[in-house]
């Protein structure tokens, strides 16, 4: 500082003070509110794997019918009304974010804990090869998305100590892994859930009405195999056939808007084609249709619409296809 | 587009502004402008060195365009018209272009051989719509005598690149800032420690509220048919709240920074969601650009219509009342325009327009409506309901504001309901607590008085309190940090 700027002792004494309160007071809250923070977290992810890692191994194998795929898949198939229309037990793993290589990595584990379901049904999305597993679900099987190794960490504390703040700072080094953390269970706190998942599908219906302009939508297209994960799927459609299982790959219908949306169908289901006539085991069925699923009627659907990539089944369209996949189910 | 990364909010400024700071205080005053004025374009030329360039040239030319009108006796306004042409002529270039080319293209079908079939691939330079406007805030106060066209080409260099208020304003007036920016800045413990408050409370604003919120918010916008309506009302309201921090808080980090410098500027936001009619709105709202608009085109617009039009003064509204009429819808079309090549911004605009006359014109009848009604009771809830009213309305104007089209924005607003679901009320009452949160600390600083309980706090637990603040940026910011949405006008 020159002449211009000089500060009296007194001003002087009251900087410091000023600072050294900042800074005790900053170290003091930054440590114990990372402290309160590490342990509400440990805590949700104990609770989380109890409500939902135990059921993976104890509550659900030995089924004969194992359902797989990403939030699609989910919405569209009923595991209760396809047991009651098969008389199959079935367990529904489908979600949302589970793609290629969490499936695989679910599936390996699974058997080491069941015999091998009879069926396998595998909800196709056409973005599939685009998306990777979601790391929450992959750190519910003990994965790290980056290593693929099993973490330990049911809390992840990011590498920050390369920045100022990341070494200065606990609730830095948190942030990353405690806002994942912090998310998941907002998100998953949800006061009508257990209240039966029909009624919010039912209520879903009709969302579709004119969204987008028909005349003016945009045509995606999506990546093509093998993509961020498809390097699994063959060690995993490979796996399936020495277990005996038989795969159902279900392309999931798509609400016509959305349907028209895509530029790659026909090269997608070729795709998917070639891939099934590698093995035996594996069976395609395309209900991403006009003739075979009634994609124009809005009523069957949850979302989608011109220019949206995604679209989901209500639970009106749920049961629609999952009767006609019981039929094929049924049939063999 | 996210072309910069040494924005406020952004780790890398932390020490650029640390050695800013040292060197801006460690040099002699009269030397000062020196470093801010390199420290300017290294942090705008960082972002692209095609922008300081620009600058620099916008800046020569209108500095020579000063003196040229300061010297002049005749002609004096072609003059002028000369040195407006470059700044406006480069921000019509950069930033309506593809606009008014394909309103050229809507108007004529098929459109002749002149209009080019497709958009060209302009890049704006970022924040050119505030900086332009200082440079001709500046040409019209010397024009009209309101200042002396500055000699020193440093100060003035400085005046129109001062890196904090570079990108996102405040505009501010060349015969306030020049001055300020001559003085020098001098280092005050209270200044000091004001900027720094704000500084902090803008992060706050920013990468707590705003950039939360924008999660929310984004996928209403986005999802609209999937989404209840409900959510889609909440939507709305998050944005109103997303865009106030997200833009006061870059203008409080903006005047924090000055004024750790030493260098006075006003505010640029008055708590604007606690007016209690539209009026009272516009006129805490983004002060510095409400107040050009008013200077610079609201009483030129006014006193000119008043002038042509003297021969309708008997018309059923009054003259004044017309002049108000003409220049408020014009002004506030023209403020949409200024904020985006889009017709979602002329909307905008032309609500907040159709708002601010209705306002005007009722004034009377709502006041002793109210006389009537409200007599004898309680002032507190009329006031409540007032300024619920009154944010209501900006409410509906933003959802204009952030559609990608106008039918996106009747989608939207159609779409709206109280049908309620439960799966997501989670996130709804995480966002609802953070705007809550917010409405109170805001509340509370409005109503902070010398005297009052808050004033009272002993200095180190306010200290604390601050600390308290920064831990709350660190663990809730959001990590995804959005640029500031004002840096795209």
Redesign the interface.
Known sequence: ??S??S?SKK?VT??LA?GL??IG??LL??RS?AFV?KNFASQWGRAREAREGSVIYEDAINVDVLIMGSSRAYRAIDPDALSEQTGYSVRQEASKDKYIRYNYLFYKQYREHSRPPKIMIWGLDYFMFGFRSGKRVLSRLGFSEDAGRPTGHAFPVSNGSS???GRV?E??R???G??ETFFD?????????G?TERR?HT??HG??Q????PNNYRKFRFPTPPGHEGEHLHAFLELLRRDGVHVYLVMLPDFYGTFLSHSSEDQYEDEWRRIAQKYDSVQLINFNDVARFDLKNHLLF????YG?ISSHLNYHGALKLTRQLAEILKGG | MVYFSMIFADSLFFPFFAVVFSLHFFLPRRFRWIALLIASHLFYGYIEVGFSVCLFVITVFVYLAGLWIGKSRIRRKWVLLAGLALPLGALIYFKYTNFLLAALRDVFHPAPGLIPPHSFSIVMPVGISFYVFKAISYLLDVYHGKMQAEKHFGYFALYISFFPQLLAGPIERSTAFLPELKKGGSFRLDHFSTGLKLFIWGLFKKLVVADNLARFVGQAFSETGSQAGFNLLLGAIFFSFQIYCDFSGYSDMAIGLGRMLGYQTHINFNYPYFSKNIGEFWSRWHISLSFWLRDYLFLPLAYSYMRRMEKFARWPLKLESQAYIWATMVTMLLAGLWHGANWTFVIWGGLIGIFLVLSFLTKKSRKSMVKALWRNKAKPALDAFRIVHTFLMITLAWIFFRAESVADALTYISRISLRMESRGMGGIIFYSVIVLVFILAEKMMKDFRPGNWLSRIPSPVRVAGYAFVVCIIIIFGADDSNEFLYFSF
């Open positions: 500082m020159n211009s700027t500060l001003v009251k900087m000023t309160i900042l007071s900053f809250l930054d509110m923070l920045s100022f703040l700072s609730l830095s948190i942030k990353k405690f806002q269970f907002i998100n998953s706190f949800d006061p009508g859930a209240k919010i209520k879903h969302h579709i004119g969204i987008g302009n949850k979302d989608g619409g949206r």
